[in-house]
């Protein structure tokens, strides 16, 4: 990647609930308005990863989380450069989801609702393709 490309740094929740459904946003926002995709965001000026988790996840879908290890990075077309995304386990501490913020609604999919989802055309580009290489797709 050229040196003169803007990255945009961004942090998303990898959550899984006792069942092991996962838990997806749909986009209230561009890019992606109206799919779904894994809660997160951009990371602010000064904030680590971890409190840009929280506080995002938190935005989003009105959960508390701790933030685990990296699951994944992936780098997706910006506007104004590259999103560079940091994906980490996420254990939920509280809270109740509710949609907020960018998310239209949020939601724990199992793994029927996600390949509906995939079949659909309603998930985020490479969303699908990139859960399945990191072996976190729901149960």
């Known amino acids: 990647m050229a040196a003169s490309v803007r990255r945009i740094r961004c942090v998303g929740g990898v959550t899984r609930d006792s069942a092991g ?4 946003v749909q986009r209230a926002n561009e890019p992606g308005q109206g799919l ?8 602010e000026s000064g904030e680590s ?10 935005e989003e879908t009105g959960l508390e989380v701790r933030p685990g290890e990296l699951v994944g ?10 999103f560079e995304i940091h ?6 501490l509280g809270g109740e989801l509710t949609a907020g913020d960018d ?3 949020a939601v724990w999919v199992d793994a029927a609702g996600f390949a509906a ?3 659909d055309g ?9 859960l399945r290489r990191w072996g976190v797709l729901p149960v």
């Open 49 to 58: 990863d971890n409190a840009a988790l929280v506080r995002e996840m938190r």
């Open 73 to 82: 990075t992936v780098r997706r077309a910006a506007p104004a450069g590259v």
């Open 117 to 119: 989802l995939e079949r």
């Open 103 to 105: 998310a239209a609604a």
């Open 36 to 43: 779904w995709s894994l809660p997160g965001g951009r990371v």
């Open 21 to 24: 459904r996962l838990l997806l």
């Open 87 to 92: 994906d980490y386990a996420c254990v939920v």
């Open 122 to 130: 309603l998930l985020v580009a490479e969303l699908a393709e990139t």
